[in-house]
């Protein structure tokens, strides 16, 4: 079988960074394969210069034989790649028509070829399994469907090559499912994928073959019929992740209780009459698909958010309001969840970052002046004791990774020692490695008596950590399940919003 | 040919960029002295002879860059925090103003405690002209941008009023101008036989003053990262609209200063043409520097040598003086692309 696509020496630079090292890579037509490897590991890089935005420094790109010139988006498109990203790249107020055929009619075109268009967008949903309503406009849309879009307008374009970038990343479970028994049927009908990953399992179940990326490098290939997850992930680490475990613990007093507690924005209510009691001692997972009120909820505990209508308890006594200060004097800590925007102003310095939540503390100024070696201290204390790699107290914090802007933002509220703990998707595109860190001192808060309430879409997170879990959905929390009754499909179902109680359709 | 974020930008390159912006926009502007038919380097010669090359020369340029440095402080402290102060020339008036009507002797005010009276009042006349669009902004949402560009006019005008009517001088032989300060009330020299006065000492303060209040206090780091990045400020509790306010306030003082001083320290009274563009010339200053409040004073003598040399270029070569304000500009858009070249890098 000849490949559709080879990809030969494929380098690429950034400053001193190599982000691709001489990555040789094949595919074959009607196969799925799965690009596996960490945040920066060079996966999203090496899509990128297939697909013509970024320019390799050596290396070429066949595809079907003939050599793609390099930086030129419109060739690839030409050549039969389609790309589909994962931050959809749809125009909300279009018709799902209008998104799909936009940019392939001339402008100077004397009239709109629409009937045409219609008849071949609705053959091409039929023959690939992906129904949507051509005139309904995409805001109207389900994240699920809104990908189905995506998928029609790369197919629309004649797309024999299909790249997805992380595509389950914003799907429950059975969207995931349903996905991939659509793609493993494309792939039956001659087209040829690849789909970027970092989750183990569905890389293992739905691809013919897997590629591992790690520090640039390709690191392994493997029949994935066969491959083990643990060795996949050791692969992509380059070592052993040892997770914590959870020991089970006595629930202490109840430290946070919501009962009836209503947010509306803008005549839309993001939260509909939530109630949940956190206590000490355990983490209480909320885990939903994304834009289903986590965002509301965590913003009431970071001190932004229009105030509430309902009950609020704070240490056992009625608030009523939340706001930062008075939230910080009770000792809670909150982790947002987009740590470039709302966790650290990146271009200040580590230092001041390390000291902004609270830079009226006597410890940081005094009479209105910083108390600037203080603070540089402080900062060198968290570097070390937070394990914050390849930075000083006066880096600029932009240039933190990922994970070290995490341990910079989670170990800052640690050291305070809170006595709850408010995280919205800690561990959001981190590495495994830096996941298991901050798994680790969660747990460990936990265990120091700290109550967490954590909001997180990632399945396994909410496993691995909560000792009782509510669904989020459409603004509402479910009744708390304890964890040990929870289970991934009755999870994904009231996260569908359908009831995880009623017997499941076969 | 693509652009490609820096890592990290070398020191060496923050303090080239705006020597490489300068020496791009004389270039760039030799190219119109060549059409107005006179010979480079001889007019340039003039132009930094004229400005930098004699103790009057010196003098003239500092006493001229005094009003910059204060505009220019005051729109980097302003664009530090993204607060579009635009305003600048009509709170120098305002500034200059209230020392014109405070400053006449009629109000009985003690005389030793006039001049620092005075500057007080023109801080607070230019801080208070800029109360209205900050607070439009903040409870609103109303774009500073028209409302302190727009407010410009209103305070021409308003300057206008007031001394072609009540403030008129009745011994300026029907000039419209302002009854003049009493002695009592102006800035005293810094060098005899020289126009250079204590406001130059005052703004070089300043500066120094701003850049301490930058790096060493709360107000300042929580200035920075309302500038720098608003919702992470706002989510570690910085009050966001108080800052916002403040540096508002902090800025329009400074623009009023600067009238405030020209006016104690240079003219003695207030006509419409009392600023040639202090305003506008502040922000370049400021975009200059890099908003950097030390650079500032450097960006305004740059800017000061340019206007106070052009005329003697123009005299003795027949350049029209305009050239003055197409180099300054012209350095305001090549700095703004050498910025960009600091934070970027250009690749094939």
Redesign the interface.
């Known amino acids: 079988m000849s490949p559709v696509l080879e990809l030969t020496g494929i380098t690429k630079r950034?400053?001193?960074?190599l982000a691709n090292d001489g990555i040789d890579l094949t595919l074959g037509q009607g196969e799925v394969l799965a690009l596996l490897g960490e945040n920066g590991a060079g996966k999203t890089t090496l899509m990128s210069i297939l697909f013509g935005h970024y320019?390799a420094d050596a290396g070429t790109v066949r595809a079907f034989g003939q050599v793609l010139p390099p930086?030129d988006p419109k060739a690839a498109i030409a050549a039969g790649i389609g790309m589909v990203h994962q931050h959809f790249t749809l125009a909300s107020n279009l018709s799902v028509l209008d998104n799909v055929t936009i940019g392939t009619e001339k402008l100077t075109a004397w009239r709109s070829r629409r009937g045409a268009a219609r008849r071949r967008l609705v053959e091409l949903a039929e023959r690939f399994g992906l129904p949507v309503d051509p005139d309904r406009r995409i805001g109207e849309l389900s994240v699920g469907e809104r990908q189905r879009v995506e998928i029609l307008k790369s197919l629309y374009r004649d797309a024999r090559i299909l790249i997805l970038d992380e595509p389950t990343a914003v799907l429950t479970p059975q969207e995931s499912e349903r996905l991939f028994s659509t793609l493993r049927g494309m792939a039956s009908q001659g087209l040829s994928l690849i789909f970027i990953s970092h989750k183990l399992h569905e890389v293992v179940a739905h691809a013919d073959r897997v590629a591992v990326l790690r520090g640039g490098k390709l690191v392994a290939e493997r029949p994935a019929a066969g491959a083990s997850r643990a060795e996949l992930a050791e692969l992509m680490v380059g070592r052993r992740v040892v997770h914590a475990s959870r020991v089970p613990l006595e629930p202490g007093q109840s430290l946070l209780r919501l009962d009836k507690v209503r947010v509306e924005a803008g005549g839309r209510r993001l939260l509909d009459d939530i109630a949940l009691d956190l206590r000490e001692r355990e983490v209480l997972g909320i885990v939903g698909v994304a834009g289903n009120g986590q965002d509301a909820l965590s913003r009431l505990f970071?001190?932004?958010a229009p105030q509430p209508a309902g009950r609020i308890e704070l240490l056992g006594r009625p608030v009523a309001r939340l706001d930062?200060?008075g939230l910080?004097a009770a000792g809670l800590a909150?982790i947002?969840e987009?740590r470039h925007?709302?966790?650290?102003?990146?271009?200040?310095s580590l230092y001041?970052n390390a000291v902004?939540?609270r830079?009226?503390d006597r410890r940081f100024?005094r009479l209105?002046?910083?108390r600037?070696q203080a603070a540089l201290d402080h900062a060198a204390g968290l570097i070390r004791t937070f394990d914050i790699r390849g930075a000083e107290p006066t880096t600029?914090t932009r240039?933190l990774s990922g994970g070290n802007m995490q341990k910079l933002i989670l170990g800052r509220n640690l050291v305070e020692q809170p006595r709850l703990i408010v995280a919205s998707q800690p561990t959001r595109g981190l590495d495994e490695g830096a996941v298991a860190e901050i798994h680790r001192r969660l747990l460990e808060a936990r265990g120091n008596g700290a109550g967490v309430l954590l909001i997180s879409e990632d399945l396994d997170e909410i496993f691995r950590l909560a000792d009782r879990v509510q669904v989020i959905f459409k603004g509402r929390l479910s009744a708390p399940l304890p964890i040990e009754a929870a289970s991934e499909a009755r999870l994904g179902l009231m996260m569908a919003g359908e009831d995880g109680d009623a017997p499941r359709a076969a | 040919m693509r652009l490609e974020r820096r890592e990290r930008t070398p020191r060496l390159l923050l303090v080239a960029a705006p020597l490489a912006a300068i020496a791009t926009a004389l270039v760039l502007c030799s190219l119109l002295i060549g059409l107005a038919g006179a010979p480079v380097l001889a007019a340039y010669a003039t132009l930094f002879q004229e400005a930098l090359g004699s103790r009057l020369g010196i003098t003239e340029t500092l006493t001229r860059a005094t009003p910059l440095i204060l505009t220019g402080l005051a729109a980097a402290v302003a664009f530090r925090a993204r607060f579009w102060n635009i305003g600048l020339e009509g709170q120098f008036y305002l500034g200059a103003i209230a020392v014109a009507a405070l400053g006449s002797g009629e109000w009985g005010l003690p005389p030793a405690l006039l001049v620092p009276l005075l500057l007080l009042a023109g801080a607070l006349a230019g801080a208070l002209f800029l109360l209205g669009p900050a607070l439009l902004k903040l409870r609103l949402g109303v774009d500073e941008v028209v409302t302190t560009l727009l407010l410009n006019f209103v305070a021409i005008l308003l300057v206008s009023l007031l001394i072609e009517g009540p403030m008129k001088d009745p011994l300026a032989f029907g000039w419209p101008q302002s009854v003049p300060v009493t002695e009592a009330g102006l800035l005293p020299q810094l060098l005899a036989r020289t126009r250079l006065h204590l406001g130059f000492a005052l703004a070089l303060l300043a500066a120094l003053a701003i850049a301490f209040l930058n790096a060493r206090t709360v107000f300042g780091l929580s200035a920075r990262a309302v500038g720098l990045g608003t919702p992470a400020a706002r989510h570690a509790g910085i009050p966001v609209g108080r800052v916002l306010l403040l540096t508002a306030m902090l800025s329009g003082a400074l623009a009023g200063l600067a009238g405030a001083v020209e006016v104690t320290g240079l003219k003695g009274y207030v006509t419409t043409d009392l600023s040639p563009g202090f305003g506008t010339a502040g922000v370049i200053v400021a975009m200059l520097a890099s908003l950097n409040p030390l650079g500032v004073v450097p960006a305004a003598i740059f800017v000061a040598a340019v206007f106070v040399g052009a005329d003697a270029m123009a005299r003795a070569h027949g350049v029209p003086s305009f050239i003055a304000d197409v180099i300054v500009a012209t350095a305001l858009l090549t700095m703004l692309v050498a910025l960009f070249l600091t934070e970027y890098r250009v690749r094939r």
């Open positions: 950034f400053g001193t960074l320019v930086g970071a001190g932004t930062h200060a910080t909150h947002p987009d925007h709302e966790g650290v102003v990146g271009d200040l001041e902004l939540e830079i009226r100024s209105g002046l910083l600037r600029r240039l």
